[in-house]
């Protein structure tokens, strides 16, 4: 839900969206770390720091997935089917 939030406060610039931003932020900082093993932003031996390095690969690739085919597209107007 705080994700959502987010998004949703960043999809759009005006006054509405720039309320739910906050809110989905503060959500996050508040929410994020309860389901998370203790010690996990610190990369604390074992689970802690095996959570941390599979949350920034996946970020890293999906950040690549988003980024590579938008780069094609705009700088050296590539165009796929498949996109």
């Known amino acids: 839900m705080a994700a959502a939030l987010t998004q949703y406060g960043v999809s759009v610039w005006n006054a509405w969206h720039a309320v739910w931003a906050p809110v989905g932020v503060v959500l996050l900082v508040a929410f ?3 389901p998370l093993p ?3 932003w610190r990369a604390g031996g074992g689970l802690p ?5 599979w ?29």
């Open 32 to 34: 994020a770390p309860r």
């Open 38 to 40: 203790p010690h996990t």
């Open 49 to 53: 720091s095996t959570v941390l390095l």
């Open 55 to 83: 949350a920034l690969t996946s970020g890293a690739y999906f950040t690549l997935e988003t980024f590579v085919p938008l780069m094609l597209s705009s700088a050296r107007d590539v165009t796929c089917r498949a996109w």
